[in-house]
Nanobody
Framework: QLQLVESGGGLVQVGGSLRLSCAAS????????IGWFRQAPGKDREATLC????????NYVDSVKGRFTISRDNAKNTVNLQMNDLKPEDTKVYYC?????????????????WGQGTQVIVSS
């Protein structure tokens, strides 16, 4: 059974950076599409960035373009989300998710495994 654990969230000031990591156990990630989603209280979970099995990236949120970067480290079986120039509107719980296929989707319902989430708070 694939399990995912996110880490790296926390409190940061506006303009700061955080690096989120998603570590997998129970299976290797290199065959799958991996997405980072985020969710604010009372809102739907939204896709931000996703990395296909071939390493190509899909960006689903215009506001993170140029600020967020997704990467995978197959040797460590992790996927990372580097977040720079953070803004108050980035304050959300961030989740990594695995889609048991090689191509990303922007819809949460297509993802098969989820981490527990990590809170990001951007303080002004």
């Amino acid at each position: 059974q694939l399990q995912l654990v996110e880490s790296g969230g926390g409190l940061v000031q506006v303009g700061g950076s955080l690096r989120l990591s998603c570590a997998a156990s129970g299976s290797t990630l290199d065959r799958y599409a991996i997405g980072w989603f985020r969710q604010a209280p009372g809102k739907d979970r939204e896709a931000t960035l996703c990395i296909n099995a071939d390493g190509s990236v899909r960006n689903y949120v215009d506001s993170v373009k140029g600020r967020f970067t997704i990467s995978r480290d197959n040797a460590k079986n992790t996927v990372n989300l580097q977040m720079n120039d953070l803004k108050p509107e980035d304050t959300k719980v961030y989740y990594c998710a695995v889609l048991e296929g090689s191509v990303c989707s922007g819809y949460a319902r297509y993802y098969d495994y989820w981490g527990q989430g990590t809170q990001v708070i951007v303080s002004s």
